[in-house]
């Protein structure tokens, strides 16, 4: 199947830690993606990860791959409330150049 | 920073009738892709595009839709006879090679068919 999924909501404290996860169904995914989407905005790219890494931090972002589960997550360090925004797992996969799959999406909010 | 850009932002349209949704991808990318967003639903990839030729296309884009490249600087996507179930948030993409080179997506375009 095409399935990437991802809870649906995120609720966490302003300065605490965010962590989004995704789980995908096909081994041969080469590249995994992390997207936000602010109101009324496209899909803002935040990050990516290459299938044979298991691990990328981008300053307050922390990407963590584990292939052997499938299991996709996003830790967002010291959350603001500019984190607001859903947050979509993506993936390309090797039998397809230029076909992103998405998943539902993560809408995180912070609370004071 | 280059951006990709989408008009217009919000297209109210009666169902039968043609819809034109245009895209100015980023000036030196050479893919180009549309995908569109129900509302509640998935981001759902529609079409990829290249060297003016459909290079991928998924099972939503049938007969009805169309691309086009109609000068140096537009990406269009027609929908011929408009559905209910058209309506969506469409969004553009380009990116300067594929396989997984990063794809950077307009505002979209959100269409409603009455």
């Known amino acids: 199947g095409e399935d990437v999924e991802q809870s649906l909501f995120l609720s966490v404290r302003e300065g605490d830690s965010s962590v989004i996860n995704c789980t995908y169904t096909?081994?041969?995914?080469?590249?995994l993606y992390w997207y936000k989407q602010e109101p009324g905005a496209g899909l803002q790219l935040l990050t990516y990860i290459f299938s044979n890494m298991d691990m990328k931090q981008d300053q307050r972002l922390t990407v963590l791959l584990n292939k052997k589960d499938k299991h996709l997550s996003l830790r967002i360090a010291d959350t603001q409330t500019g984190d607001s925004a859903i947050y979509f797992c993506a993936e390309i996969r090797a039998s397809s150049a230029s076909k992103i799959i998405f998943g539902s999406g993560t809408r995180l909010s912070i609370r004071p | 920073e280059p951006e990709v850009t989408q008009t217009p932002s919000h297209q109210v349209t009666q169902m039968g009738q043609e819809v034109i949704l245009r895209c100015v991808p980023i000036?030196?990318?050479?893919?180009f892709y549309w995908y569109r967003q129900i509302l509640g639903q998935k981001v759902e990839f529609l079409v990829s595009?290249?060297?003016?030729?459909?290079?991928?296309k998924s099972e939503i884009f049938d007969d009805q839709f169309s691309v086009e490249r109609p000068d140096g600087s537009n990406f269009t996507l027609k929908i011929r006879s408009t559905k209910l179930e058209d309506s969506a948030m469409y969004f553009c993409?380009?990116?300067?090679?594929?396989?997984?080179?990063?794809?950077?997506f307009g505002p979209g375009t959100r269409l409603t068919v009455l």
């Open positions: 000036s030196n990318h050479l893919y």
């Open positions: 096909d081994s041969s995914s080469t590249y």
């Open positions: 595009f290249y060297n003016n030729e459909i290079s991928e």
């Open positions: 993409a380009s990116s300067l090679t594929s396989g997984g080179d990063t794809q950077y």
